[in-house]
């Protein structure tokens, strides 16, 4: 084992101490010097290198070593043909074998690099150091470029004048170089020497220490670091990535040593820990072979405490003495397990201990120790609930006997009082209801007695010491629950016979309540009908009252026999109750109506019905005078609402065909309102006959459809009609005297009035050839008797003013042009709207 540990480790220091060789100096761009350098690190590994990196990689042949060197694996064999297809075949392979590793060859073709393209070689050559130098560095869970970055920053942090933030500008000065090989290799650099405003000589400070005494051949020339703004990054990232490696590696050889050290180490341990499992393994078994012989005495104890101390022994045992032993077992297979471990580690032979001392013989003592341990708890536990069981059962039947006796007390004195002598029948019944009760109690009380003595009976079986005094007791208890039932069965008896007793006095109770309470509902409603205020307004209304009360005084014998009924039910109770002996203990339990109280309401009732006979007759003399006076008033109402109407039927017809002249007509006009005053006594008797009905208060009518007021409005209206047709006929004397118009004109002004009255007649029954049309001397006529609109009088009043000066100046120069103008406008206007009466004002003068 330390042999091989100490080939490994030489072999790896041999690969790191072979001599870096000197980097062509063919001019390339910028970064070429640097890549061709990087892979030369790698190629000479396999013996070989490259002197153009655009020239040597066409072929493909060392592209493919320069992959199997980086990634330790095997590429498909190469084509050793000279011919262009075996180059780009080559080519090809490489380029697979990139992509299979997960790098994305974007515009990179096989064709290009057999080609020699310088730009499609250096960029091949870029992927290839990020896939396999710096994409596996890891640091503090970033990897590749930002893993590179924060393994720099970590390494260069205690450094003054060092801040590495990027791959360009932060290594210009060369102290970040100096600073990486000074934290891995003190001894190599003066750093304190170093100056800032010397950036060459710091750069190639670093990279001879770093070709000469690390194997990283020289990648950069300071001249073109200092002397460019801003650095190549992917150069610099490529040098950077050689320290990184170099580094890594020589703490590889470091922990290598102190592997050496550590196996020599190892050894002596496993040795110690040998012998410490080997006594430690003795102990434990005399151990258990010193408990087992004491878990395994089964020996019986008498009473509780004696086995409760065996308990506490077995509690020490568990928790003093055992727990040390399985942390030794605990321990033991720790010990052994470690053991092995190191040994297997370390690729030395497993330990085998001594015969009987295994781990699993060690293991099969303690599983036998443990199963004596859980048959000794078992029957440490059986024994204490046997021992508690009879304790317990002793305990329990002392407590139901104490229980049992506590209710039995008092019981014989309650079974034999007499108390359902004294008791109505619904004391009986709860008394009865009591005893079931109490029943029912006695009977669960059953259980009781009987476990009482099969408790008895166990404890016996079980061999109790005390087993005399409770047999005692059991005799006692079980005694006197024969007593008790034979008094429960006694006292069921009485009760029940006291019952029946006292049930048909009950039922009579129960039947007078029953037809009792019917009884004075009906006797109170009948009195409240008897007492009820009654208004009635015709002979119909109070003839039906006395229909109703002569119905009711019909079953009056009816309900008499019934109140004798009802009182026969309680005389029969007192019967019962003197032949028997039965003293009742008060009024009916059923009913609070007593025999008094219903024999008072009936006489109370049988004095209320002639007074309501009475009451009834007075008031159907009443409504007897009323019909007399509706009937009078009719009549009288009748004949001067006719004859209002057929007056002013007549003034309408005398206005439109009065004959004669002027003077004439007045005189016939002044006649007739002579004639229609002489009238009035008609209208005082009728007002005479109007204050009776309202003395009477009599409200409607039906022998007429007339009422007071209607009549009065008629005949206040018949007086105003013909005083104001006298007043217009006398008005048009004087204006026939002031204007001078013979008596021939005013009949042909008449006559045209007359043509507009006759073309449509009034909604309300008037006849067409009314004077209150278009007359305007009858205009208020007409609005009195609601035969136009108050508003649309007025305008037709003026339009028909305006046709009577229009005539009377002469603008008409004859009358019947005037007549056919308006007879003309008639027909195109309907003079009911109040807008065309309106227009027909405003126009007409314009039109004439």
């Known amino acids: 084992y330390r042999g091989t540990e100490l080939q490994t480790e030489a072999g790896f220091v041999s690969v790191f101490s072979v001599q870096a060789r000197m980097i062509s100096e063919i001019v390339q761009r910028e970064f070429g010097d640097t890549f061709t350098a990087w892979c030369n690190s790698h190629l000479r590994k396999a013996g070989t290198q490259i ?25 498909p064999k190469p084509e050793r043909g000279k011919m262009r297809v075996h180059k780009i075949n080559n080519v090809n392979k490489a380029l697979d074998f990139i992509a299979s590793k997960g790098v994305k060859l974007v515009s990179i073709g096989a064709e290009e690099i057999v080609d020699g393209n310088a730009k499609m070689t250096l960029g091949m050559i870029w992927t290839i150091i990020l896939r396999f130098a710096i994409q596996d560095i890891s640091v503090e869970e970033t990897s590749a470029k930002e893993g590179l970055l924060l393994w720099c920053q970590r390494k260069t942090a205690p450094y003054k004048n060092v801040n590495v933030q990027n791959f360009h500008i932060s290594w210009k000065d060369g102290l970040a170089f100096n600073a990486l090989i000074h934290r891995h290799r003190p001894d190599l650099i003066d750093y304190d020497s170093l100056r800032k405003d010397d950036p060459v000589t710091n750069l190639n400070n670093a990279f001879e220490v770093a070709e000469k005494h690390l194997d990283i051949p020289k990648m950069l020339d300071a001249e073109d670091i200092v002397n460019t703004a801003r650095p190549d990054e992917k150069a610099i990232m490529t040098y950077v ?183 109505t029948l619904s004391e009986v019944k709860a008394l009865l209801k009591k005893h079931e009760a109490f029943e029912s109690d006695l009977a669960a009380h059953q259980d009781r007695v009987e476990q009482i003595a099969a408790i008895a009976q166990e404890l016996n079986e079980l061999d109790y010491y005390d087993s005399a005094s409770v047999n005692t007791r059991c005799q006692k208890i079980c005694d006197q629950w024969d007593v008790l039932g034979a008094l429960t069965q006694s006292r069921k008896e009485s009760l029940e016979r006291t019952e029946k007793q006292l049930e048909s006095i009950d039922e009579l109770y129960l039947e007078y309540a029953k037809r009792a309470a019917p009884f004075n509902n009906w006797m109170e409603g009948a009195m409240e009908d008897l007492q009820d205020m009654f208004i009635v307004h015709n002979i119909e209304e109070i003839q039906g009252l006395i229909t109703a009360h002569e119905q009711f005084k019909s079953t009056l014998p009816e309900a008499n026999k019934e109140r004798e009924a009802i009182q026969a039910i309680q005389a029969e109770v007192q019967k019962i109750a003197q032949s028997n002996g039965i003293k009742l203990s008060g009024a009916n339990p059923y009913t609070t109506i007593t025999p008094e109280s219903i024999d008072n309401k009936w006489e109370k009732a049988m004095q209320m019905v ?239």
């Open 241 to 423: 990535s050689s320290f990184y490696h170099a580094f890594s590696g020589a703490q590889k050889a470091e922990t290598a040593a102190n592997r050496i050290c550590k196996v020599l180490a190892v050894n002596q341990e496993n040795e110690q820990m040998m012998e410490d499992y080997e006594k430690l393994a003795s102990d434990l078994l005399e151990w258990i072979r010193r408990t087992i012989p004491w878990l395994e005495n089964r020996t019986q104890e008498k009473t509780v405490n004696d086995m409760q101390a065996k308990q506490e022994d077995f509690r020490d045992y568990r928790c003093v003495h055992k727990p040390p032993k399985v942390q030794e077992k605990c321990q033991l297979e720790i010990s052994f397990n470690t053991l092995q471990t190191k040994l297997r580690l370390s690729s030395r032979p497993a330990f085998m201990p001594s015969e009987g001392r295994m781990v699993s013989d060690i293991n099969g003592a303690w599983h036998t120790l443990e199963g004596a341990e859980k048959g000794y708890e078992e029957w440490i536990l059986s024994e204490i609930r046997r021992l508690e069981r009879l304790e317990h059962l002793a305990e329990k039947f002392h407590q139901k006997a104490a229980i049992h006796e506590s209710w039995t007390d008092g019981k014989e004195a309650m079974l034999t009082q007499k108390d359902y002598e004294t008791s």
């Open 51 to 75: 002197d153009n990196i655009e020239e040597d990689f066409r072929d493909g042949l060392k592209l493919m070593l320069l992959l199997e060197v980086i990634s330790g694996e095997r590429l």
């Open 610 to 848: 002639p007074q309501r006979d009475s009451a009834l007759q007075e008031e159907l003399n009443k409504q007897n005078s009323n019909d007399t006076l509706r009937a009078k008033f009719a009549t009288q109402a009748n004949a001067v609402g006719a004859y209002i109407q057929a007056k002013m039927e007549e003034i309408g017809r005398i206005s439109i065909e009065m004959n004669g002249t002027l003077e004439d007509q007045l005189t016939n006009l002044k006649d007739y309102q002579d004639t229609i005053i002489s009238y009035q006594p008609e209208i005082n008797t009728l007002e005479g006959d109007h204050q009776l009905i309202q003395e009477a208060l009599i409200f409607d009518n039906q022998y007429t459809s007339y009422t007071m007021e209607h009549l009065r409005v008629g005949w206040e209206q018949l007086l105003t009609t013909i005083a104001r047709t006298i007043n217009e006929v006398e008005n048009q004397i004087l204006t026939r005297d002031a204007k001078g118009i013979s008596q021939e004109q005013l009949f042909e002004y008449r006559a045209s009035f007359n043509h507009f009255d006759k073309v449509r007649a009034p909604s309300s029954g008037l006849t067409a050839a009314s004077p209150h049309r278009c007359c305007p001397f009858y205009a208020d006529e007409v609005s009195v008797l609601g035969l136009r609109a108050k508003q649309n009088i007025i305008i037709y009043n003026r339009m028909c003013k305006n046709i009577k000066q229009m005539v009377l100046k002469g603008i008409f120069r004859r009358l019947p042009s005037a007549v056919e103008f308006c007879g003309s406008w008639m027909k195109m206007y309907d003079y009911d709207s109040m807008e065309k009466q309106s227009k027909f004002i405003c126009v007409l003068p314009a039109s004439l």
